[in-house]
Nanobody, 115 residues
Framework: QVQLVESGGGLVQPGGSLRLSCVASGSTFSIISMGWYRQAPGKQRELVAMPTNGGSVEYADSVKGRFIIPRGAAKNEVHLEMNRLKPEDTAVYYC?????????WGQGTQVIVSS
């Protein structure tokens, strides 16, 4: 079993930046990849950024060029650098860990973009 701890959310003004972090512990040997989803109020959970089988990262069109999963993190960690934040980025951000045949979700961290 894998436990996830997410951090880095908060309140930021439009145009600002935040860095989210997710650290996995426990049975981390089963981790294939780690990435991020988000869920805004009244909307379905959606992909933000997730590594693909080919080694690249798939980004939602709405965040391309603004958000990035930086390279070089340990296998049990994933970070999300969010720049030029917009009010529409307001959501609960969830860390997702992909294992062979199942996924683990974090508890979520709130990001509010507002002046």
């Amino acid at each position: 079993q894998v436990q996830l701890v997410e951090s880095g959310g908060g309140l930021v003004q439009p145009g600002g930046s935040l860095r989210l972090s997710c650290v996995a512990s426990g049975s981390t040997f089963s981790i294939i990849s780690m990435g991020w989803y988000r869920q805004a109020p009244g909307k379905q959970r959606e992909l933000v950024a997730m590594p693909t089988n080919g080694g690249s990262v798939e980004y939602a069109d709405s965040v391309k060029g603004r958000f990035i999963i930086p390279r070089g993190a340990a296998k049990n960690e994933v970070h999300l650098e969010m720049n030029r934040l917009k009010p529409e980025d307001t959501a609960v951000y969830y860390c997702k860990v992909h294992h062979p045949g199942w996924d683990t979700w974090g508890q979520g961290t709130q990001v509010i973009v507002s002046s």
